[in-house]
Antibody, heavy 126, light 106 residues
């Protein structure tokens, strides 16, 4: 079945780095854009980053730009989020999600998150 | 980026119609999406591209959008629909969620 499984979360000190992974199965990973979305404890959802199906385009939320890097390895069906210079406000559950694009005039753009992983918790604390 | 505004809470009795609104200046030009999140679970897509329903989502869930406001309607809300609901829309370089609405059905 279609599935996304995140891993790599944990407790990390402020200023340190962490890399999250998201293993995809049950669909042709290389055909889909992918997102990271996070949720701080007791708070709402926050979009973090998107990567095109072939890795050609990447966009980030202002809150993580310059510190986080989204990437993918289509040969391993895996999505990554490299998080550097972590801050206390980065503490959250991090979800990976598959993109369902919308298309117009022969071009397609990021749209809905139609499949979500179960999330991995990242805690930034000294 | 811009903001999407939702009411913090909506409450209905079982069988009544629940309406959750989402307002944003870009909505006349951008699609709205709706997600349901039950306690301790990952979100689930319930409406995409303003009014389309993914397979497996009950027909009582519907969406509409007019001007700067999108609306999620749950016709005949059931106890199991109690959850947090988030609207989402895209902008030129990513996306933004609304603050979320807690739907109480009791």
């Amino acid at each position: 079945q279609v599935q996304l499984v995140e891993s790599g979360g944990g407790v990390v000190q402020p200023g340190r780095s962490l890399r999250l992974s998201c293993a995809a199965s049950g669909f042709t990973f290389s055909s889909y854009g992918m997102h990271w979305v996070r949720q701080a404890p007791g708070k709402g959802l926050e979009w973090v980053a998107v990567i095109w199906y072939d890795g050609s385009n990447k966009y980030y939320a202002d809150s993580v730009k310059g510190r986080f890097t989204i990437s993918r390895d289509n040969s391993k069906n895996t999505l990554y989020l490299q998080m550097n210079s972590l801050r206390a406000e980065d503490t959250a559950v991090y979800y990976c999600a598959r993109d369902r694009p919308w298309c117009s005039g022969g071009s397609c753009y990021p749209g809905a998150f139609d499949i979500w992983g179960q999330g991995t918790m990242v805690t930034v604390s000294s | 980026s811009y903001e999407l505004t939702q009411p913090p809470s909506v409450s209905v009795s079982p069988g009544q119609t629940a309406r959750i609104t989402c307002s944003g200046d870009a909505l006349p030009k951008k699609y709205a999406y709706w997600y349901q999140q039950k306690s301790g679970q990952a979100p689930v897509l319930v409406i995409y591209e303003d009014s389309k329903r993914p397979s497996g989502i009950p027909e009582r869930f519907s969406g509409s959008s007019s001007g700067t406001m999108a609306t999620l309607t749950i016709s005949g809300a059931q106890v199991e629909d109690e959850a947090d609901y988030y609207c989402y829309s895209t902008d030129s370089s990513g996306g933004v969620f609304g603050g979320g609405t807690k739907l109480t059905v009791l």
